[in-house]
């Protein structure tokens, strides 16, 4: 899952959501100087990961788009999915988007200092082009698909792939929708064990 999605998932706790936004800039267990809750948000990040990456509809979305874009699928379908959550926001959330990633914004600001450098880099421009509340926009999504191609000085040609959700847009909606429901459970017995 990408950004929005990481965030979502780790409910009204703040903490927990500055550890599963910041887990992919964290090297192995280099983590220990953090707040327990921070901690625990990073080790659901890395649990969410495992669950996306094996799960059978995850993967049959990743199958869709595998013969053009090959191991980069994967980071594809995430950021597919995360439109497909914005745009479906109020099914999930009853705080409207635009006042959610607002409060976002604002966490991380207020806690830059403890944020790991590479994060502190991207902060400035998650904010200057509103990426959380942009990808329920096509435009959105192919400045996040631009900016990953140039990543890999052009290798991946994600680029392209908003073509390819405009022809697999309702399948995809589909995968995303009832992985989302499993996803969702399978957070919720992380974050609250005894319900």
């Given at each position: ?9 780790s ?8 550890g ?21 948000g990073i ?14 509809i995850?993967r ?54 403890i ?8 902060l ?7 990426w ?5 926009f096509?435009?959105?999504?192919q400045?996040?698909?631009n ?6 000085k ?13 022809v ?28």
């Amino acid at each position: 899952m990408n950004f929005l999605a990481h965030l979502y998932l780790s409910g009204n706790n703040t903490d927990l959501m500055i550890g599963n936004f910041i887990a992919d800039h964290i090297r192995g267990n280099k983590f220990s100087h953090y707040h327990e809750e921070i901690q625990k948000g990073i080790f659901l990040h890395r649990e969410i990961d495992t669950f996306t990456d094996t799960h059978h509809i995850v993967r049959k979305s990743k199958r869709r788009l595998h013969e053009r874009y090959g191991h980069y699928d994967g980071i594809i379908i995430d950021i597919f999915y995360d439109h497909f959550l914005a745009r479906n926001w109020n099914t999930y959330s009853q705080i409207p988007l635009n006042t959610y990633v607002k409060s976002v914004y604002k966490l991380l600001q207020d806690n830059y200092n403890i944020l790991p450098e590479k994060t502190q880099e991207i902060l400035p421009f998650l904010t200057k082009y509103n990426w959380l509340y942009n990808y329920q926009f096509a435009n959105g999504i192919q400045e996040v698909l631009n900016g990953m191609n140039k990543r890999t000085k052009g290798k991946s040609q994600m680029n392209l792939a908003s073509e390819d959700l405009l022809v697999h847009y309702q399948l995809l909606e589909n995968d995303f929708t009832l992985f989302f429901e499993d996803l969702r459970k399978f957070c919720d017995s992380k974050i609250n064990p005894t319900t």
